[in-house]
């Protein structure tokens, strides 16, 4: 079911926190005085499941096409709990509740992408097209949610043929073309499908983006941003065939040009160069799923192999350096259903496998990680419960051949609590575990050099996160006139990060060692929307405090996480009928960041504005044009989630961070046949 936001409880609850302003506690106390004729209603992407550890805010390809997303930071604008830092593909990184990619589980159709490449790149890039849909899980969670989710998961799900096949339709195709005017960018797509036998399709796509060095609010152009991303996907989907269901794709992604050394910073003729980059990724997954109508068998399971590689020459000396990342594993569960139907009791018993081995010329480290898990639902009247646990069993050797291993368990418990009158109550607690992992691949080699040392401390203990939620939700309608709709949530959630492991050099000695203290994120997420007829309107808002053991602020912590300022967002939207035909408008704001250690700089806030379209023809219902433009008032500012360098830095690359794209006119048009 599709859910809105929370409940009046949390606005008195948050009253007593310093992370909700008053203003929307004001805007809670208002809608909450209206839920006794709350009915059920459905709006946007943003979808809540029974599991509140499952939670999921679900980015769908509608929205995805909607803002022509052409990277990570396009694919999640909308999302409060998710941000984006980078100003390009080749430098971003995903941020949930300021913890960094490289402490979420993040898969493509069950593969694991966690590679971790170089802290100045993105270790990860998928083409949006591909996307059926882009699953957010912030915290830790269930415990079949895979393994390593520090700081929560994101699953991306991939087309299939089925999916874009019309009624009665046996094979079609889309072709797509696309400019974007800050950097001069065009694009195309072509995808073809169709069904090859009763149930089974097949479905091919391949995109092609060239871009020049993008231009900036004001009107300068940024060096080291312009680029060529290329995309090939295949994928067989045999679906619902008696008990059975099949999946296998293959995708090749690759992004090169002519970047700066380190891309999330701007070029420098000193210690940040130009090189010739290209990084390219290869995954291939099988999924099957057994469904025989027996509610003792609901079988799934998994296997993947990714490859991820980071190639570049330095323009100027023609010095090469290379690294990769590779992994496979798998993933095989059941789910038992049992007792009365109105209990709704599902057991999900089941293991999973993964193994990473990073590597830059002849040295490499290994880490593998082995669990089995067990994860319990059920509905008792108006409370739906969950609990489980995961039991990881891990090693790391490491490149001098030390090795980090153990076994922990991680147990978790999740109650969701529909009050009445459109009210639910919710609460979480979960844990989580990470003793597979090693360093980032381009730096393997540190300390086992000719004349290096490389040393483990004694002691060495694997990561592990806990977090708590809590929170309410609300959703109804009727609220200030007829068939209007409206929903409020909000989230209290506070998640502790021990153990953090990271590494340093010192002259030719390197150590990898545990961090001290523990590192909190904890904060308020909020989500209030209204909408009557075919206008819709969300409202987002994130506010978090990252902190360190000493309780200053981590901010630009590469590899760790990230505080922003108070994030906003308003996005407003009407969906015409006759024409078929959405326009809408976006805000996102940032507050200015002031609460920071000494020896940082405050981050300025800021404020962008968006527009976009979308048109179907009356009369050529195969083609939609979409427009929009982004940065609408050419801002010239830098965005808080892209590396800031201190003035005090002894790099001699210029201070600040890399500004961001100014105003930025984008156009497409798509055709299917």
Not at 314 to 324: K, M, Y
Not at 430 to 441: D, F, I, L, P, Y
Not at 457 to 486: C, F, H, I, M, Y
Not at 634 to 643: A, I, R, V
């Amino acid at each position: 079911m599709t859910d809105r936001l929370s409940p009046c409880v949390a606005a008195s609850a948050s009253r007593a926190t310093a992370f909700t302003p008053r203003p929307l506690v004001a805007a809670i106390a208002l809608l909450c005085a209206s839920t006794a004729n709350a009915e059920t209603l459905q709006m946007d992407t943003l979808q809540i499941e029974d599991d509140r550890l499952n939670a999921t805010a679900v980015i769908d390809s509608e929205e995805i096409a909607l803002h022509q997303a052409h990277d990570l930071k396009d694919v999640f604008r909308d999302t409060p709990s998710v941000t984006v830092g980078g100003t390009t593909a080749s430098s971003e990184m995903i941020y949930v509740r300021g913890l960094e990619d490289t402490n979420l589980n993040i898969s493509v159709d069950g593969a694991s992408q966690n590679g971790y490449l170089f802290h100045h790149s993105s270790s990860f890039n998928i083409e949006p097209e591909l996307l059926k849909r882009a699953e957010v899980q912030a915290g830790p969670g269930a415990a079949d949610n895979g393994p390593n989710a520090l700081g929560g998961s994101i699953k991306f799900v991939t087309k299939d043929a089925q999916d874009l096949l019309e009624p009665g339709e046996t094979f079609g195709g889309m072709v797509k073309g696309s400019t974007e005017s800050a950097a001069d960018a065009v694009k195309g797509t072509l995808s073809v499908y169709g069904e090859v036998a009763p149930n089974a399709g097949l479905l091919f796509s391949t995109s092609a983006r060239n871009s020049d060095d993008y231009r900036t609010g004001g009107g300068d152009e940024e060096e080291g941003t312009g680029g060529h991303q290329r995309s090939y996907f295949g994928k067989f989907s045999l679906l619902d065939q008696g008990a059975h269901s099949l999946r296998i794709s293959a995708e090749h992604n690759e992004d090169s040009g002519i970047y700066c050394t380190r891309p999330n910073m701007e070029c420098q003729p000193f210690n940040n160069v130009k090189v010739d980059t290209e990084l390219s990724r290869d995954t291939y997954t099988a999924n099957y799923d057994y469904e025989p109508g027996s509610r003792l068998v609901d079988v799934h399971t998994n296997v993947f192999h990714t490859k991820t590689e980071l190639d570049r020459t330095t323009v100027s000396t023609g010095a090469e350096l290379n690294a990769d990342v590779e992994s496979y594993g798998g993933d095989l569960n059941n789910t038992f259903r049992f007792g009365p139907e109105d209990m709704n009791n599902r057991l999900t018993l089941g293991s999973d496998y993964v193994y990473d081995e990073s590597s830059t010329g002849s040295f490499d480290e290994k880490a593998r990680n082995l669990a089995l898990y067990a994860q319990h639902r059920m509905t008792l009247g108006a409370v739906d419960l969950s609990f489980g646990a995961r039991v990881d069993d891990y090693k790391t050797e490491y490149a001098n051949g030390e090795t980090l291993d153990g076994t922990d368990v991680s147990p978790n418990a999740s109650l969701n609590w529909r009050v009445g009158g459109g009210v639910e109550l919710f609460t979480g607690y979960s844990t989580a575990v990470r003793g597979n992992k090693g360093r980032e691949a381009i730096l393997a080699d540190d300390g086992v050099g000719v004349g290096e040392t490389l040393t483990v401390e004694p002691g060495l203990e694997a990561e592990t996160s806990r977090s708590t939620e809590v929170g309410a939700r609300w959703k109804g309608n009727d609220l200030l006139t007829q068939r209007d709709r409206a929903g409020l949530e909000v989230t209290y959630f506070d998640t502790h990060f021990d153990n953090y492991i990271t590494d340093e050099t010192v002259g030719s000695e390197t150590t990898i060692y545990n961090m001290e203290g523990i590192v909190t994120s904890k904060g308020v997420e909020a989500r209030a929307t209204y909408g009557i007829g075919g206008w819709d309107m969300t409202l987002g808002y994130l506010t978090m405090d990252l902190e360190d053991n000493q309780g200053e602020t981590v901010v630009d912590d590469m590899g760790l996480g990230n505080q922003t300022g108070d994030r906003w967002s308003l996005d407003n939207r009407y969906t015409f009928v006759d024409p078929q035909m959405t326009i809408g408008w976006t805000v996102t704001a940032y507050e200015r960041l002031t609460d920071l250690p000494d020896d940082q700089s405050e981050r300025a806030g800021y404020a962008t504005h968006d527009v976009y379209a979308s048109w179907v023809p009356r009369d050529m219902q195969d083609l939609t044009l979409t427009a929009g433009i982004y940065n609408l008032f050419d801002k010239e500012y830098t965005d808080q989630n892209t590396y800031f360098l201190e003035p005090n830095n002894a790099r001699g690359i210029t201070t600040g961070a890399i500004t961001s794209p100014g105003r930025d006119v984008r156009l497409s048009v798509a055709y299917r046949f």
